[in-house]
């Protein structure tokens, strides 16, 4: 199979976004924990929005609860048009393929080369025998082609994975997400395995896709310079509880010394040293 890989993947892929509406959310894990606690948040369509705190905030809790990969303990989720909440089979499946997914891993196959590896976003909202033969459409190539050329992969389409640094396998999987023409973004800690100037440059790569295409971005950050710099509404995690709900430029020092529950250290900042 050859492609052309010159510019003619047609419009970038694009989705109508979608609100998210948690209310009165808790999920406490078999074990005892509370990860999340009474937790009632609204997050307009098209805002881009950060969940900061310390692990065990609960932040990778709520962002999985979204779409469906955590099951709330008490409460509603309804992203978009659907109630998450008690959802589950082909249904649940169907809501999966509306919501983006990057994750700190990057989760690709490593010797498959970056085409394939985007294309996989396709068949999130393919019919079940589709998706078990993983026949793309003409349709299909085009979109997959639009999300690399998006993040600037194009040129890498038909590079292995597993040869690309750690910030262009990021952008891999974040075109892997924008391939299934999402409504929805969520990233947990995308940045957190990378060096600084290459998390800037990833940060930057989903706040333009924000901007660009008016998508609900929603992702956890635990670096207070990135949540400052790069979204314009923190949520501040802790032990479960949000303890900060505003504008990201204008959270203190005193705002995260709440959220990290102590003062801040070098560790908290990108770049800073442990």
């Known amino acids: 199979m050859t492609l052309d890989t010159r510019a003619e993947a047609g419009p970038t892929p694009a989705s109508a976004a979608w609100p998210i509406r948690l209310d009165g959310v808790s999920v ?12 009632s948040l609204t997050i307009e369509a098209g805002e881009m929005v950060s969940v900061v705190g310390l692990p065990g905030s609960g932040k990778s809790t709520l962002i999985r609860t979204l779409n469906g990969l955590v099951p709330v303990t008490s409460g509603t989720v309804t992203v978009g048009p659907h109630t998450v909440t008690g959802l589950s089979g ?11 997914m990057i994750f700190q891993g990057f989760n690709l196959a490593t010797r498959v080369d970056v ?10 909202q393919a019919g079940a025998l589709r998706g078990f033969l993983g026949v793309p459409t003409a349709h299909d190539r085009d979109v997959t082609l639009a999300a690399l050329d998006m993040v600037g992969m194009l040129d ?13 396998q990021q952008r891999v999987a974040i075109a892997r997400a924008l391939s299934q023409e999402p409504s929805i973004m969520l990233a947990d800690e995308p940045v957190a395995s990378l060096d600084p100037p290459t998390a800037h440059a990833v940060m930057g ?3 333009r896709i924000n ?19 790069y979204t314009r509404r923190m949520i501040g995690l802790r032990g479960g509880e949000v303890v900060y709900d505003g504008p990201a430029a204008e959270a203190t020092e ?8 102590r003062r801040i250290r070098p560790q908290d900042r990108l770049g800073g040293r442990t």
């Open 156 to 168: 890498k389409v038909w590079t292995r994975a597993g040869s690309l640094s750690g910030g262009q």
């Open 28 to 39: 406490t894990y078999p074990n005892g924990t509370a990860a999340l606690r009474d937790i």
């Open 115 to 124: 085409y394939r590896n985007t294309l996989v976003g396709r068949f999130a």
């Open 211 to 229: 901007a660009d295409h008016h998508l609900t971005v929603l992702v956890n950050l635990h670096l207070m310079d990135l949540a400052r710099q």
């Open 205 to 207: 790569e989903l706040e």
């Open 90 to 100: 082909r249904r649940l499946r169907q809501v999966r393929g509306h919501v983006g």
């Open 254 to 261: 005193a705002d995260f010394e709440q959220i990290y529950g």
